[in-house]
């Protein structure tokens, strides 16, 4: 079974340009979440989507952004660019609920550097 | 809110010398759950082990396994007979109502050889 991927692997942005990333979740899972990774916050959670609507978001203004289509491939999309948003944004893709029957399966992330 | 503590920013081992790794968590919930994630340079996080809170039995994964004190709310992760390989970055995670992760800010562990 294939898993998680994420594209690009790396992007490189000027401020106020925008970016859309990608996440195919592995076959038959319907949920995805994305997690923005930096040193100085650690991981911290954007949004999660299930069946094309999004369940829970976390603290980030909107620019940030993102949707599920109905084969629960997902795009996430920041607007405005600004310095900070330098980061890595993980993917993650899970069956259903959160338990341990179905842990987060995590991409290899998307690199994003705002010049 | 739930939040979850990972005390130790850095942590350092001999080959084949077992370490251990600490976790303590906040929650309210009754119901949920634990997990410990690796990322290692490559940074893809991989999941190492799993633990459902109404289990009382601690979780073991080869040579990976838990103490878990549900009462002190604390998860720690040994890691015997460490291996070079096993060097990376370790989160510690709980669930939160039934959608969401929480992930500590992690361990940093390096294997000596």
């Known amino acids: 079974k294939a898993g998680v991927t994420q594209t690009p692997r790396y992007l490189i942005k000027t401020r106020g340009q925008q970016v859309t990333l990608s996440c195919s979740p592995i076959?038959?899972?319907?949920?995805v979440s994305w997690y923005q990774q930096t040193p100085g916050q650690g991981l911290q959670f954007l949004f999660e989507?299930?069946?094309?609507?999004?369940?829970n978001k976390g603290n980030f203004p909107g620019r940030f952004s993102g949707r599920q289509f109905s084969n629960s491939r997902s795009e996430m999309n920041v607007s405005t660019l600004e310095l900070g948003d330098s980061a890595l944004y993980l993917c993650?893709?899970?069956?259903?609920?959160?338990?341990?029957?179905?842990?987060?399966?995590f991409g290899n992330g998307t690199r994003l550097t705002v010049t | 809110a739930q939040t979850v503590t990972q005390s130790q920013p850095e942590m350092s081992v001999q080959e084949a010398e077992t370490v251990t790794l600490s976790c303590t968590y906040d929650?309210?919930?009754?119901?949920?759950?634990l997990f410990w994630y690796k990322q290692p340079p490559s940074r893809q996080m991989i999941l190492v082990i799993r633990?459902?809170?109404?289990?009382?039995q601690n979780a073991t994964e080869n040579r990976f396994s838990v103490n878990f004190q549900k009462a002190a709310k604390s998860f720690s992760l040994k890691i015997s007979d460490s291996q070079l390989g096993d060097a990376a970055m370790y989160f510690c995670?709980?669930?939160?109502?039934?959608?969401?992760?929480?992930f500590g800010t992690g361990t940093r562990l390096k294997v000596l050889a």
């Open positions: 993650a893709s899970s069956l259903e609920r959160a338990s341990t029957d179905s842990p987060l399966h």
């Open positions: 076959s038959g899972h319907r949920s």
């Open positions: 989507y299930f069946s094309e609507t999004q369940r």
């Open positions: 929650t309210s919930e009754s119901d949920y759950y």
């Open positions: 633990q459902e809170a109404y289990k009382q």
């Open positions: 995670v709980t669930t939160s109502g039934t959608y969401k992760y929480i």
